[in-house]
């Protein structure tokens, strides 16, 4: 059983619908990064949230430490969103970067 | 221009050789991670290096090592390649050991033929 389930696995949607993936994860984390990875393979770190919610213009990242869930959120969707987008945990104990991952959500936003 | 720069972008090598991969972090960060993606593994943290010294260890091979160095910049060196050891290899960097947002440089992709 993976340590970081990630739901849908893909996703498609239409310009301007609002977006949701989850995050699910089974061990004790010190916090949670949410990272975007574009087609050329380049990957950012959207957020990296330990409590409550984070949002930073279009995004909203949102955890709950007791039910060992995150979800990451996107407005009013563009196609320049399009990406994968990887739940990334931080083990409890460990360093901040010492990361464990889910396998990613393929988002795919068309015009 | 992300901050943090990798060397070479591309490396096409043969099994059994051995290479280095380099890492500058972004001005000012201490830590810096090292990460492989390769498409049965998916992303893999690797090692985390902290103003010179070893802070933690992931999924590392024993033909793998890594070291930074006093100016701060990392290299990663892989020996006996192996196949399966084709991937993205990311370094990432962070301004604290206790990390936050990170920084991810372009990677360095590897093809072991």
């Known amino acids: 059983k993976n340590e970081v389930e990630q739901s849908p696995q893909n996703l498609t949607a239409q310009e301007g619908e609002f977006i949701t993936i989850n995050c699910s994860y089974s061990v004790g984390i010190s916090a949670l990064h949410w990272l975007q990875q574009h087609p050329g393979g380049g990957i950012v770190s959207l957020f990296m949230l330990s409590s409550g919610k984070k949002k930073h213009g279009r995004l909203i990242a949102t955890i709950n430490i007791q039910e060992k869930h995150s979800s990451l959120h996107i407005t009013a969707s563009h196609p320049r969103d399009s990406a994968v987008y990887i739940c990334a945990p931080s083990i409890y104990g460990g360093s901040q970067g010492n990361l464990i991952f889910g396998k990613g959500t393929k988002l795919s936003v068309k015009p | 221009d992300s901050g943090v720069t990798q060397t070479p972008k591309h490396l096409i090598t043969a099994t059994g050789q051995r290479v280095t991969l380099r890492c500058s972090p972004r001005s000012g960060d201490l830590s810096v991670y090292w990460y492989q993606q390769s498409l049965d593994q998916g992303l893999q943290f690797l090692i985390q290096?902290?103003?010179?010294?070893?802070?933690a260890k992931g999924n590392i091979l024993e033909r793998f090592s890594a070291q930074q160095f006093p100016d701060l910049h990392s290299e990663l060196n892989l020996s006996s390649l192996e196949l399966g050891d084709s991937a993205l290899y990311f370094c990432?960097?962070?301004?604290?050991?206790?990390?936050?947002?990170?920084?991810f440089g372009p990677g360095t992709r590897l093809t072991v033929l």
């Open positions: 290096y902290y103003n010179g010294e070893e802070r």
């Open positions: 990432a960097s962070s301004v604290v050991l206790a990390g936050g947002r990170m920084l």
